[in-house]
């Protein structure tokens, strides 16, 4: 059964930074692709960032520049640095993960099956 947990959420400061982490356990394909999203009160639920099994990345517009995802293979972790976080960066972060190769370049909601319970990251100006 495939599990994911993030931490690392908490309060920061406008232009302060933050990481978060995502364990994964029960996860063992070869093509796969997995993510970071993130929901905002009263707003859908978006895309952030992703990263594919042969190590190809991409972020949102709204992100780039600032965030980073990463992963660590021998540890089954998934990570997102955040840098130069803004107001707008308020959100709950969801780990996502799916069993089918993404295409570069997209965030689809609907494309991943498998979520974390989230973790909430504040920012305050």
């Known amino acids: 059964q495939v599990q994911l947990r993030e931490s690392g959420g908490g309060s920061e400061q406008a232009g302060g930074s933050l990481r978060l982490s995502c364990a994964v356990s029960g996860y063992t394909y070869s093509d796969y692709c997995m993510g970071w999203f993130r929901q905002a009160p009263g707003k859908e639920r978006e895309g952030v960032a992703a990263?594919?099994?042969?190590?190809?990345?991409w972020n949102a517009d709204s992100v780039k520049g600032r965030f980073t995802i990463s992963q660590d293979k021998a540890k089954n972790t998934l990570y997102l640095q955040m840098s130069s976080l803004e107001p707008e960066d308020t959100a709950t972060y969801y780990c996502a993960a799916t069993t089918r190769r993404c295409i570069v370049g997209t965030l689809y909601r609907s494309a991943f099956g498998y979520w974390g319970q989230g973790t909430q990251v504040t920012v305050s100006s």
């Open positions: 990263v594919r099994d042969d190590g190809a990345t």
